[in-house]
């Protein structure tokens, strides 16, 4: 099972607090990476809110071509952050030469285009640098966003927190929402895009478990839209569901729980609703997920949710103080960086609910 978790505080928090979080459901973990997304930045990167960040981790022929590319379409680069290293032939960890947190001012010509405009443009760039980096065997290229950092790596989650000097806090690295996992889903291969948690234009999906449905998934993911690539994970599946139900669409949220896990018909038939779930049911049936799964998500609003599978096989707690609110796949991690809150408050999302955080960190539960 992959170990995820995430924390959203009403304060800046460095990458630290989430692998401490991890730290304590590493039992059985197998060495295939630690991952982390940090959304809504402060540190050095937070007066560049409005500005795309480039996260990668890649060879220098890479970084050059990845500089060049940006260059030719009128990116100009205004502040990059080089991750500092700690090499140690003690520690288990596959290394890139280059890991980069780079700033870029847009292009002249998109400065005054709209959102929907300019994220296209940032996710073109992305798959653009995303497909020379992967043919050419020079890197790999996480994210490329506002407010948005990411980063990726194999190896065992307590040495690449040591490579990276993740487990001392600075004031560089902050932000107040960061989802994380220490275990890759290891049905597949062993690659740093298949470690959670995924992103796209803003959304963020990790996942625990497994997607039994992940072929069906996969072949009508591929015809939605040109950022559904990769499927390096069954649980990319997750991410791209929700980005076309909450962004393409424009549905609110709620019903991402009917499209990934919907009622049975004859429960359909008894809701006031039902010509809208039949809709649903009947047009999005090759989205649906099955298996044992429990996915904690991210919207670019900001609020983070929990949806788990229909059978409650993946159970997920959420804990929270009057500052924090963490999600994670096991209550040992909660007891860590929460040790002090009220545990009658906490909440073990039920099978039928989806569970949201708003950005003033109150919890609300919404019935399927």
Same mark, same amino acid.
């Given at each position: 099972m992959c170990r995820i978790g995430s924390i959203k505080s009403k304060n800046y928090i460095h990458p630290s607090m989430v692998l401490k979080l991890m730290r304590s459901q590493q039992k059985g973990h197998d060495n295939s990476g630690f991952a982390f997304v940090m959304q809504d930045l402060g %540190?050095?990167?937070?007066? #560049?809110?409005?500005?795309p960040i480039l996260s990668m981790a890649c060879t220098d022929e890479g970084m050059k071509y990845a500089e060049d590319m940006l260059h030719q379409i009128g990116f100009t680069r205004v502040f990059q952050y080089n991750m500092e290293v700690y090499p140690?032939?003690?520690?288990?960890?596959?290394?890139?030469?280059?890991?980069?947190?780079?700033?870029?001012?847009?292009?002249?010509?998109?400065?005054? /285009? =709209?959102? &929907?405009?300019k994220e296209a443009l940032l996710l073109d760039t992305r798959l653009k640098?995303? =497909?020379? *980096?992967? %043919?050419?065997?020079?890197?790999?290229? #996480? =994210?490329? #966003?506002?407010?948005?950092?990411?980063?990726?790596?194999?190896?065992?989650?307590?040495?690449? %927190?040591?490579?990276?000097? /993740?487990?001392?806090? &600075?004031?560089?690295?902050?932000?107040?929402?960061?989802?994380?996992?220490? +275990?890759?889903?290891?049905?597949? &291969?062993?690659?740093?895009?298949?470690?959670?948690?995924?992103f796209l234009? %803003?959304?963020?999906?990790?996942?625990?478990?497994?997607?039994?449905?992940?072929?069906?998934?996969?072949?009508?993911?591929?015809?939605l839209h040109k950022g559904y690539i990769g499927f390096e994970s069954d649980s990319q599946c997750f991410l791209y569901s929700l980005h076309y139900v909450h962004k393409i669409l424009k549905w609110p949220l709620k019903y991402y729980k009917h499209v990934i896990t919907p009622l049975p018909y004859e429960e359909i038939q008894k809701r006031e609703d039902r010509d809208v779930l039949q809709r649903i049911k009947a047009s999005l049936s090759n989205l649906e997920i099955n298996g044992p799964n429990t996915t904690i998500g991210v919207l670019p609003d900001g609020r983070m949710f929990n949806v788990i599978d229909s059978k409650k096989l993946r159970p997920t707690v959420v804990c929270k103080d009057k500052d924090i609110v963490v999600m994670t796949s096991e209550v040992c991690g909660a007891?860590?960086? *929460?040790?002090? +809150?009220?545990? =009658?408050?906490?909440?073990?999302?039920?099978?039928?609910?989806?569970?949201?955080? &708003?950005?003033? *960190?109150?919890?609300e539960r919404i019935p399927q």
């Amino acid at each position: 099972m992959c170990r995820i978790g995430s924390i959203k505080s009403k304060n800046y928090i460095h990458p630290s607090m989430v692998l401490k979080l991890m730290r304590s459901q590493q039992k059985g973990h197998d060495n295939s990476g630690f991952a982390f997304v940090m959304q809504d930045l402060g %540190g050095i990167f937070e007066n #560049y809110k409005n500005l795309p960040i480039l996260s990668m981790a890649c060879t220098d022929e890479g970084m050059k071509y990845a500089e060049d590319m940006l260059h030719q379409i009128g990116f100009t680069r205004v502040f990059q952050y080089n991750m500092e290293v700690y090499p140690d032939e003690s520690l288990e960890i596959e290394t890139m030469p280059n890991y980069v947190f780079e700033v870029f001012q847009y292009p002249k010509n998109y400065k005054n /285009l =709209s959102r &929907d405009e300019k994220e296209a443009l940032l996710l073109d760039t992305r798959l653009k640098l995303r =497909s020379y *980096l992967e %043919g050419n065997d020079e890197g790999y290229v #996480y =994210s490329f #966003y506002e407010d948005v950092i990411s980063l990726k790596e194999i190896g065992n989650p307590n040495d690449i %927190g040591k490579y990276f000097n /993740l487990w001392s806090e &600075d004031v560089n690295l902050k932000a107040k929402i960061i989802t994380a996992q220490c +275990r890759q889903n290891t049905n597949y &291969d062993i690659v740093r895009y298949a470690a959670h948690p995924f992103f796209l234009q %803003g959304y963020t999906t990790l996942t625990n478990g497994e997607n039994t449905f992940y072929e069906k998934n996969k072949l009508a993911q591929q015809k939605l839209h040109k950022g559904y690539i990769g499927f390096e994970s069954d649980s990319q599946c997750f991410l791209y569901s929700l980005h076309y139900v909450h962004k393409i669409l424009k549905w609110p949220l709620k019903y991402y729980k009917h499209v990934i896990t919907p009622l049975p018909y004859e429960e359909i038939q008894k809701r006031e609703d039902r010509d809208v779930l039949q809709r649903i049911k009947a047009s999005l049936s090759n989205l649906e997920i099955n298996g044992p799964n429990t996915t904690i998500g991210v919207l670019p609003d900001g609020r983070m949710f929990n949806v788990i599978d229909s059978k409650k096989l993946r159970p997920t707690v959420v804990c929270k103080d009057k500052d924090i609110v963490v999600m994670t796949s096991e209550v040992c991690g909660a007891n860590e960086i *929460l040790p002090n +809150r009220d545990i =009658s408050q906490d909440i073990y999302t039920n099978e039928r609910e989806l569970v949201v955080v &708003d950005n003033d *960190l109150n919890i609300e539960r919404i019935p399927q």
